[in-house]
T-cell receptor, first 111, second 115 residues
Framework: KQEVTQIPAALSVPEGENLVLNCSFTDSAIYNLQWFRQDPGKGLTSLLLIQSSQREQTSGRLNASLDKSSGRSTLYIAASQPGDSATYLCAVRLRGFKTIFGAGTRLFVKA | AAGVIQSPRHLIKEKRETATLKCYPI?????VYWYQQGPGQDPQFLISFYEKMQSDKGSIPDRFSAQQFSDYHSELNMSSLELGDSALYFC??????????????FGPGTRLTVL
């Protein structure tokens, strides 16, 4: 059974810091991995999707990497800003369409 | 750009009542996913549809059913509601054809409260 774990559960950093969020999964047989951000009580916003055959994806200040063999993905956020404060979720799509989420990392960026 | 539309946004029901949640995917998207997110929890996959056929199933109670219609919109029907069904229900859509490139785009969610 696929399990997705995110570390740390919560993170507080001063504005301007570079930071790394971690996601690990137990079964390497995935179709893709997607990173989302969620603001309190709101929907999920897609940040990056990494195909199973890819190693990384970049969008602006965000960079996501994927190491399928070790069951790990990282989301790197450069020059963090208070507006980055949110919960960041990683999700792995299995064979078929089932998608398993991690519990998320709650990020707080202090001005 | 058009996004995923969910209706209603908020719904209050009594125990043992029935609820219907609707989802309108992004135009041209042929795949719909349903998720349930309880307070302080991560989204739990319920069910998905690809080209109007059920494509995968997760932890969806037998009291719930769903379908995707010819115009690709989807409805989640929930019967014999229980207090524990109170949650945010998200719909997501993607352009899915079995390839690995399909990004899931989420709707704003329907907040269901069962009293």
């Amino acid at each position: 059974k696929q399990e997705v774990t995110q570390i740390p559960a919560a993170l507080s950093v001063p504005e301007g810091e570079n930071l790394v969020l971690n996601c690990s999964f137990t079964d390497s047989a995935i179709y893709n991995l997607q990173w989302f951000r969620q603001d309190p009580g709101k929907g999920l916003t897609s940040l990056l999707l990494i195909q199973s055959s890819q190693r990384e994806q970049t969008s602006g200040r965000l960079n996501a990497s994927l190491d399928k063999s070790s069951g790990r993905s990282t989301l790197y956020i450069a020059a963090s800003q208070p507006g980055d404060s949110a919960t960041y979720l990683c999700a792995v799509r299995l064979r078929g369409f089932k998608t398993i989420f991690g519990a998320g990392t709650r990020l707080f960026v202090k001005a | 750009a058009a996004g995923v539309i969910q209706s209603p946004r908020h719904l209050i029901k009594e125990k043992r009542e029935t609820a219907t949640l609707k989802c309108y995917p992004i135009p041209r998207h042929d795949t719909v996913y349903w998720y349930q997110q309880g307070p302080g929890q991560d989204p739990q996959f319920l069910i998905s549809f690809y080209e109007k056929m059920q494509s995968d199933k997760g932890s969806i109670p037998d009291r719930f059913s769903a379908q995707q219609f010819s115009d690709y919109h989807s409805e989640l029907n929930m019967s014999s509601l229980e207090l524990g069904d109170s949650a945010l229900y998200f719909c997501a859509s993607s352009l899915g054809s079995g390839v690995t490139t399909d990004t899931q785009y989420f709707g704003p969610g329907t907040r269901l409260t069962v009293l």
